[in-house]
């Protein structure tokens, strides 16, 4: 799915196609809490155009915001609340990995 490695999907201007643009995150992250899962927003600006249809490319905010396809998007992203705060799960800790050398003196 391309909108899981940071595609969007727009029309194509050229051919009505179904095409992608990719940019680059601005701004704050806007962090949602929820009770099973912390969801955080990104804003995106567009800088490239593919569209697979017909071959366009166009690359650039200018030349893209021209094109009529400039405008910005927002990324979402969801994680766990253990994934996303580092948290560790008590069942599957092997605090052998946190000690130093010095502590295997068996």
């Not at 727009?10 to 940019?23: K, L, M, N, R, Y």
């Not at 680059?24 to 569209?51: L, Q």
Request: proline content about 6%; charged content about 25%.
């Amino acid at each position: 799915m391309l909108s899981s490695i940071g595609h969007h999907k727009v029309e194509c201007p050229a051919c009505q196609s179904v095409a992608t643009v990719i940019g680059k995150e601005i701004g704050a992250s806007k962090i949602e809490n929820g009770e099973y899962e912390v969801v955080v927003r990104r804003s995106v600006i567009p800088t490239e155009f593919d569209c697979i249809a017909c071959g366009l490319k166009i690359r650039g905010y200018p030349q893209l915001v021209a094109a009529k396809i400039g405008d910005y998007y927002t990324r979402r992203t969801t994680y766990s609340p253990q994934d996303y705060y580092g948290l560790i799960d008590p069942s599957d800790f092997d605090p052998s990995e946190y000690y130093g050398e010095e502590f295997n003196n068996e």
